[in-house]
Antibody, heavy 116, light 110 residues
C-alpha cells in the first residue's frame, strides 16, 4: 500500500534551518510528484512547493522562494524539504503529499517548532 | 487570506444533508478541477473528492462534489457524528502556477 512516512518533530531556534524527510513506499517513486504543504496551529493549509522525483526539478511558492529547498534521493525513495532562516511564524505541521493534481496520499506530518 | 473562499463553519444534525461551498476565480476553479479533503482532529488531510466529483476507493457515496463556473460544492448526506471534521477545497491556479486551498470549513454534527 502507498505510504509516505515523515521524520520526527523538530525544535529549532530562530535563524536556524530544518530539514524534513518523507520516505515513500508502495509505488514507483519516480512516477509521482511530491508536494509540501504546511499548517500553522489552528490555521488552514498552505502550499510550499513541489518536486518531481524523476528529474529532481522543484517549483516553489513565491512566499518561500530563497528560503526553501526541496531535494530527493532515488536510492532511498525519499524527498526532503529544507527551510532556512526560521522564524516563529514558521511553527507549523509540515506535510508531504503525493501526486501533481490530487494530493491523493499524505504523510503523517512533522511538527516544527521555532522558539528561542 | 486564502485564494479560495469557504464558510468558516457549518453544522447539521445526524441524518441531515449539509453542503459546503468553495468560491474561486477563472484562474483556478474556473479552469481546473476541484478536490476536497477531510481533516479529522489531529490527523493529516485525506482526499475525499477529486476531479470535481470523483470519489476515491473507500470513500462513502454519502459524499459528493459538484462544480459550476468558478464555484464548487461538497455535499454530505446522511450526516454521521464521525463526519465532524475540517473540510478543505483545492484547485490548481494557472496564474500562481501552483495549487491553492480554501481556508477550511469546520463541520459540527449537533
Amino acid at each position: 500500500q502507498v505510504q509516505l512516512v515523515q521524520s520526527g518533530a523538530e525544535v529549532k531556534k530562530p535563524g536556524a534551518s530544518v530539514k524534513v524527510s518523507c520516505k515513500a513506499s508502495g509505488y514507483t517513486f519516480t512516477g509521482y510528484y511530491i508536494h509540501w504543504v504546511r499548517q500553522a496551529p489552528g490555521q488552514g493549509l498552505e502550499w510550499m512547493g513541489i518536486i518531481n522525483p524523476s528529474g529532481g526539478r522543484s517549483t516553489y511558492a513565491q512566499k518561500f522562494q530563497g528560503r526553501v529547498t526541496m531535494s530527493r534521493d532515488t536510492s532511498t525513495s525519499t524527498v526532503y524539504m529544507e527551510l532556512s532562516s526560521l522564524r516563529s511564524e514558521d511553527t507549523a505541521v509540515y506535510y508531504c503529499a503525493r501526486d501533481l493534481m490530487t494530493f491523493d496520499y499524505w504523510g503523517q506530518g512533522t511538527l516544527v517548532t521555532v522558539s528561542s | 487570506q486564502s485564494v479560495l473562499t469557504q464558510p468558516p463553519s457549518a453544522s447539521g444534525t445526524p441524518g441531515q444533508r449539509v453542503t459546503i461551498s468553495c468560491s474561486g476565480s477563472s484562474s483556478n476553479i474556473g479552469s481546473n478541477a476541484v478536490n476536497w479533503y477531510q481533516q479529522l482532529p489531529g490527523t493529516a488531510p485525506k482526499l475525499l473528492i477529486h476531479s470535481n466529483n470523483q470519489r476515491p476507493s473507500g470513500v462513502p457515496d454519502r459524499f459528493s462534489g459538484s462544480k459550476s463556473g468558478t464555484s464548487a460544492s461538497l455535499a454530505i448526506s446522511g450526516l454521521l457524528s464521525e463526519d465532524e471534521a475540517d473540510y478543505y477545497c483545492a484547485a490548481w491556479d494557472d496564474s500562481l502556477n501552483g495549487p491553492v486551498f480554501g481556508g477550511g470549513t469546520k463541520l459540527t454534527v449537533l
